[in-house]
């Protein structure tokens, strides 16, 4: 009975010992748990479910971001390049992502891949040089996009519009491309964003869209304002008429009052998409400066200082001409000039055996004796 009771004493002490070291690793895991949920990263703030580093001088996305985040701002700081090693563990609860004013260049591959249910996204104010195509996932859920004050030179449209036209953005309904460098936009910029909803160009230097550019994307809203545009295309007119619901804004952009802009200002008088028409005004020709474009009358409308302009540029142009006709012409006499010169004597040597010849008949005819002589001879 004793050795019994000894072995039954031993063995639940033994229990007892494994009980309570499974207890112990319990409770690490779930202190680790709550550590990876709750410990904020060093530089930043952190409250409830948001996260703030910002103007930190960080130069990469810091670990340990807490696993319940849903809102994160990362602005002001010095992070170039964004890769698929950015965000280390999964945020799956992340909505907000703010990416603005960090001198950003690269934006990587697989990048946001960890970032499943990311909605809005702002990469405003960076230097953009690359940005991949591939940097969302194919089921990525992206509704808001900006992308302000990101290109900054013409030659990187390019990249814009390699990562509009093949990346997958099913469920995008605004984007954000306002103070860039875009000039033209081309026509197939936007004709994948089939959700796309609001567009903002504002301030993009715009100073034509092509045909077809606005067909595809069922816009609500698009703001125009702040370009370069002189007038409106009438293939970009007859596209916004067939989106009845479609509102425009095209105030602060240099309008050219002259017999060009007729069909525009036509259209403007008749249209209500146009939200505000009343701020539009004249920006050519000097008469008509600050005038507003409704209050123009389409005999105000004249093309004769351009034609006046060309003209004298065609006079200038064929003065020059001339000028450099007569420069070779003068060269190729000098070139020639002994030649000329030997051609001159010949043609005097010429003239003066002709006057000579002539001289003499002359004084055979007036003098009889002489005529008499000149007969007797022939005989």
């Not at 810091?62 to 965000?87: D, E, M, Y």
């Not at 952009?253 to 009343?278: G, H, Y």
């Amino acid at each position: 009975m004793r050795l019994l009771s000894a072995q039954c004493g031993c063995s639940c002490g033994a229990i007892r010992g494994t009980l309570s070291k499974h207890g112990v690793m319990c409770v690490l895991f779930l202190l680790l748990i709550v550590l990876s949920i709750h410990c904020c990263p060093d530089k930043c703030v952190c409250s409830s479910h948001t996260v703030k580093c910002q103007n930190q001088g960080l130069d990469a996305i810091p670990h340990s971001i807490p696993a319940n985040t849903k809102v994160l701002f990362i602005t002001g700081n010095h992070i170039t390049r964004i890769s698929n090693a950015s965000f280390s563990a999964p945020l799956a609860l992340l909505t907000d992502l703010y990416l603005g004013g960090n001198e950003l260049e690269h934006v990587d591959a697989m990048v946001f891949d960890d970032l499943p249910n990311l909605v809005r996204l702002d990469l405003s104010n960076n230097s953009l040089q690359t940005l991949s195509e591939k940097a969302f996932p194919d089921d990525n859920k992206l509704q808001l996009l900006n992308l302000s004050s990101c290109f900054n030179n013409f030659s990187t449209t390019e990249v814009l519009l390699d990562f509009l036209r093949d990346g997958n953005f099913a469920h995008l309904t605004t984007l954000d491309l306002s103070n860039n460098d875009l000039l033209v936009l081309p026509s197939a910029l936007f004709s994948t964003l089939s959700s796309l909803v609001t567009l903002s160009l504002q301030n993009s230097s715009v100073i034509a869209v092509q045909n077809g550019t606005l067909k595809l994307p069922p816009l609500r809203d698009l703001d125009l304002r702040d370009n370069s545009l002189r007038d409106l295309s009438a293939s970009l007119m007859q596209e916004i008429t067939l989106k009845p619901g479609l509102r425009v804004r095209l105030a602060g952009n240099p309008w050219r009052c002259d017999c060009f802009i007729e069909d525009t200002l036509m259209w403007l008088k008749n249209s209500t998409q146009v939200a505000d028409t009343q701020n539009l005004t004249c920006a050519e020709p000097e008469l008509l400066r600050h005038q507003p474009l409704l209050q123009v009358e389409p005999l105000q409308l004249k093309c004769s200082s351009d034609m006046e302009g060309v003209l004298e540029t065609s006079y200038v142009f064929l003065g020059l001409v001339l000028a450099l006709i007569g420069v070779i012409f003068l060269l190729v006499l000098y070139l020639n000039r002994k030649g000329i010169k030997r051609w001159m004597y010949n043609i005097r040597d010429a003239c003066r055996d002709h006057m000579e010849g002539y001289h003499y008949r002359y004084e055979i005819n007036s003098d009889p004796r002489l005529a008499n002589l000149s007969i007797n001879s022939d005989v």
